[in-house]
Nanobody, 115 residues
Framework: QVRLVESGGGLVQAGGSLRLSCVVS????????MGWYRQAPGKQRELVAS???????NYGDSMKGRFTISRDNAKKTTYLQMNSLKPEDTAVYYC?????????WGQGTQVTVSS
């Protein structure tokens, strides 16, 4: 069974930075996509960023230029570096792992940006 464990969330002032990490364990396949989504209270879950096993990346529009996703395949880990954080970035951030038609989620980590 695939298990995703996130870490690195917390409280930060506007303009600050945070780095999230997500470690995947269990069944691992070569061709997969790892990503981050977020959900703020009263809003739908939205894509933050994703990265394929080959390194191709995709970002949500409001994150471009501020967030950077990366991965270490040997450590089965993906990272999300978040810079220039804004209060509107406050949300629960979820790690996501996909291969073929299978999708797995982490438990989420809270990111709170104070103004």
């Amino acid at each position: 069974q695939v298990r995703l464990v996130e870490s690195g969330g917390g409280l930060v002032q506007a303009g600050g930075s945070l780095r999230l990490s997500c470690v995947v364990s269990g069944i691992i396949v070569s061709n997969n996509v790892m990503g981050w989504y977020r959900q703020a209270p009263g809003k739908q879950r939205e894509l933050v960023a994703s990265i394929s096993s080959g390194g191709s990346t995709n970002y949500g529009d409001s994150m471009k230029g501020r967030f950077t996703i990366s991965r270490d395949n040997a450590k089965k880990t993906t990272y999300l570096q978040m810079n220039s954080l804004k209060p509107e970035d406050t949300a629960v951030y979820y790690c996501n792992y996909r291969f073929l038609t299978n999708t797995y989620w982490g438990q989420g980590t809270q990111v709170t940006v104070s103004s």
